[in-house]
């Protein structure tokens, strides 16, 4: 079986990491698989760049200068809504032509317009398409949040300018999308329980197939280690216990960065003997303007790309803690849970599936920050750390190893081959 595997980006964004572990874990599992991207990083000989690179600049610049323009020339909410109204024509490539089993990914920011998903469908390909947000199942948003509006059919869109209008942009491009899926042959797959549930609430998805597969991780280079090893490899310290914040960009408002500025501060204010022997370590761009609010004595990493390094820092790290207001399955909770780190986070998304509360970690409610100083305490000095770290690493081992969901994703990719063989 070969399958071609779409994502914008090759490494960067949790969906490029979710969508090499899976193409390495495929090929491992008797598929072969290859990935196509907008812009290749590596030398990895089973990734393909799009031809033409300054067309698929020229995608992306056109997207943004659209939704500029509807946004009334203002920069917020800028990079928060798609519209797929410009992309490449893939059907013609021969890694196209080749494949069983076209899997979508995350395609947005000029990869693929919905007219180009409307050429691989009418292609006759089966399509597999990997929610990493839910986007696919709203008009233009990557996260609903507190709108239900896609349940019913996008309109008034709190992301357009004066909180759009009944026939506004959001309700032009769901229009175009339910077109797109009246009797197209997708199956949707959710990294998470939550999306899943979520998907499955959209107008756009009635009659559509959609299951749930975790994204996978390599527990060969993500596993425990010698943590003192690590420290010095890394910079730093020896001694003391390490509180670890991961995201691309920290400052991004999405992640909690806020309540987890605030959730320190209440735990030094409960437990002053902290600040003797307690750090923070803060990986993810613009990680110094974090670090000068925080009360603890804290160590900006910056942004690090080498898979060691960063499986260093992990092994570095006493605790994670990701306080995300909206998350799908977050890639850093599982490669932490992979390294024997116990996680604290909130009730939201797909966390609470990941984080087992009291057993691999700590799940407070929801935009509390209280609660979440709480549950850092409980890791650091009321839990079984050495019991937590074993089950963060059992917990891995036993749903995202890279055969179990490659096994999974095979079942998928052979019922919609059969079924295109029946219908024909």
């Not at 992309?87 to 979508?104: M, N, Q, S």
């Not at 390909?125 to 986007?135: I, N």
């Not at 999308?177 to 959710?190: A, G």
């Not at 092994?315 to 780190?341: F, Q």
């Amino acid at each position: 079986m070969r399958v071609l595997i779409v994502n914008t980006s090759e490494k960067t964004g949790g969906a490029a990491v979710a969508a090499n572990r899976l193409m390495e874990a495929l090929n491992n599992n008797g598929v072969k698989a290859k990935m196509l991207v907008a812009k290749k990083e590596t030398d990895q000989i089973t990734v393909v760049q799009l031809p033409h690179g300054r067309l698929t600049r020229l995608h992306f610049l056109w997207e943004r200068l659209t939704i500029f323009f509807h946004l009334h020339l203002q920069r917020r909410h800028l990079f928060e809504i798609d519209t797929a109204n410009s992309g490449t024509d893939i059907t013609r490539l021969p890694e196209f032509k080749e494949a069983d089993v076209i899997h979508l990914n995350w395609i947005n920011q000029g990869m693929l317009s919905l007219r180009s998903i409307r050429k691989i469908l009418r292609s006759g390909k089966p399509v597999v398409w990997t929610m990493h947000d839910l986007w696919p199942a709203t008009g233009i948003c990557h996260y609903a949040r507190t709108c239900s509006a896609f349940r019913t059919g996008c309109h008034n869109c709190q992301l357009l300018p004066a909180g759009g209008s009944a026939n506004d942009l959001s309700r032009r491009v769901w229009t175009r999308k339910k077109r797109l899926y009246h009797n197209s042959n997708i199956h949707f797959v959710t990294c998470s329980r939550w999306l899943e549930e979520q998907a499955k609430q959209s107008a756009l998805f009635v009659g559509q197939r959609v299951t749930s597969v975790p994204n996978t991780i390599d527990t060969r280079m993500f596993c425990p280690g010698e943590s003192k090893a690590a420290r010095l490899n890394v910079g730093l310290p020896a001694e003391g216990r390490i509180i670890l914040f991961v995201s691309q960009k920290v400052t991004d408002e999405r992640k909690g960065m806020e309540y987890f500025i605030d959730a320190i501060d209440r735990l030094v204010k409960q437990h002053p003997e902290l600040k003797d022997n307690t750090s923070v370590a803060v990986l993810g761009g613009n990680a110094q303007l974090v670090c000068d609010r925080l009360a603890l004595k804290a160590y900006p990493l910056g942004y690090v790309s080498d898979e060691r390094r960063i499986v260093d820092i992990y092994r570095s790290a006493d605790m994670y803690v990701l306080p995300s207001l909206e998350d799908n399955l977050p890639n850093t909770i599982m490669e932490a849970m992979a390294c024997g780190v116990p996680c604290v986070g909130f009730r939201v998304g797909g966390i609470p599936e990941m984080i087992e509360h009291r057993r691999t970690g700590y799940v407070a409610n929801f935009k509390d920050s209280a609660d979440l100083a709480t549950g850092m305490n409980w890791v650091l000095q009321e839990s079984d750390v050495a019991q937590l770290g074993a089950a963060c690493v059992s917990k891995v081992a036993r749903c995202y190893s890279g055969q179990s969901v490659a096994m999974r994703y095979i079942e998928v990719y052979n019922e919609l081959i059969a079924l295109k063989r029946y219908i024909v």
